[in-house]
């Protein structure tokens, strides 16, 4: 699936990871990867964020350095295979992990077979934010189209490219500091730093 980390070529870990909507500066790369591309391309790019409300990690470590943490502290509690991953997560639906920069991680059986560790970031963790489908596509569409939204009277051209590009509902207001105007201000700090960290620029 377009977004989904599955067995990553450089880390070795049977894990479902959808980075398209919980990692921020992999989002970013993509989006800039995206700048001026068709309405179409930019849509199939975004399906695999949906609507519903997630957790958005905003961190500086890697994918790749993620999963190789979260390997390293699974291979320390000796979790080596899916029978070794049921009995340490049995009796919960799920367990956190806390990663090297203070980040906490979930990690649940998947029910891919193959890949059986569902990782996401933690509700309230540090370097997360919680954050509206919907909101992170508009954000996106904005910044691949060279239109990131920084003032609420920007509302027209925000709610013209959710309208055409994203096929959603216009928005009543732009406000200071929430919602779409916040996540646009979080790219626009972030893009620099990811540009770097993961060579997109």
Not at 143 to 165: D, S, T, Y
Not at 175 to 187: H, N, R, S
């Amino acid at each position: 699936m377009n977004g989904v980390v599955s067995m990553t070529a450089k880390i070795k870990i049977p894990v479902t990871f959808n980075p398209m909507k919980h990692h921020l500066c992999f989002i970013i790369s993509e989006a800039l990867k995206l700048k001026f591309s068709s309405m179409d391309e930019i849509s199939d790019k975004l399906i695999v964020i949906g609507d519903n409300l997630m957790d958005l990690y905003t961190g500086k470590l890697t994918v790749d350095e993620i999963l190789a943490e979260i390997q390293s502290v699974l291979n320390s509690l000796n979790v080596f295979t899916r029978e070794d991953f049921c009995g340490w997560i049995s009796g919960s639906d799920y367990k956190k992990l806390m990663l090297s920069d203070s980040s906490v991680w979930v990690v649940k059986l998947s029910v891919n077979d193959e890949n059986y560790i569902h990782l996401h970031p933690g509700k309230k963790s540090e370097f997360t934010c919680r954050v509206r489908g919907s909101t992170l596509k508009t954000v996106v569409a904005c910044f691949a189209n060279g239109k990131l939204p920084e003032k609420p009277h920007e509302l027209n051209v925000v709610n013209q490219i959710r309208r055409n590009w994203l096929n959603l509902s216009p928005v009543k207001t732009l406000q200071p500091g929430k919602g779409i105007l916040k996540l646009a201000a979080l790219f626009k700090q972030t893009v620099n730093y990811c540009c770097l960290a993961t060579e997109a620029c």
